[in-house]
């Protein structure tokens, strides 16, 4: 092992989380998870640790036996996930994945995740510090939902969201109602949400006793799927990254 990949200097290169991630591997998280199961290699040897740091240039890093080399161009699409594809960036088996609707020519990888059944706002980056920043639950990044659920509840049972429902143990979610309507025996209702719990929307509903029976992602940081049809994306415009980078970094 390098003198470089295991410096006791702090300020010496990158940690192997963020190299990996920068490098379009995925996100910092997807990248700690990788690392730990010691599919990564710093100059022949395995590290199994997410702080080890490496130096561009200097570091030899594979992932899966393959070089790994940090990304200069960075890519930014906003996408309108249907319903029925998976959101990752590999299937064994065989099922429609986001990235296959994407243009190939560069690494990239979605930004958290919808369900299956979940359509709306997606994105989509090779740029592992944006990436990170935007799934962080610290972070507080508010992503509108359009929820529509069994059943009418009452006002005051909406509002229980917003002083915080406990969907597992230790958990408490919290979100805003923005506005609600009944729609015959079902229920229109618009959220936003500023974590990132798994299933997180499904989750509360279900505890309130009214199932989600469809779900679409509105917003995503403020970037809607507006004017594009479900399969369809676009890549985020210069002010749009600016704009971005500006709401994760001013955290």
Known sequence: MSESANSGDAKAGIRLNRFLAMAGIGSRRVCDEL??????????VIQVEPATRVVEGRDQVEFQGRPVNLVHETHYYIFNKPRGVITTTSDPFGRPIVVDFLPGDARI????RLDFDTTGALLLTNDGDVAYRLTHPKFQIPKVYQ??????????TLRRVEAGIEIEAGFVARGEINGFWYRGGNTEVRLTLREGKKREVKRIFRTLGHPVVRLHRESFAALTVTGLKPGEWRELTPEEVRELKELVHGH
């Not at 929820?147 to 005051?156: F, I, K, S």
């Open 35 to 44: 690392i730990q199961k010691g599919m990564v290699q710093v100059n022949g």
């Open 109 to 112: 990888y979605p930004v958290g």
């Open 147 to 156: 929820v529509l659920v069994r059943g009418n509840p009452p006002e005051a």
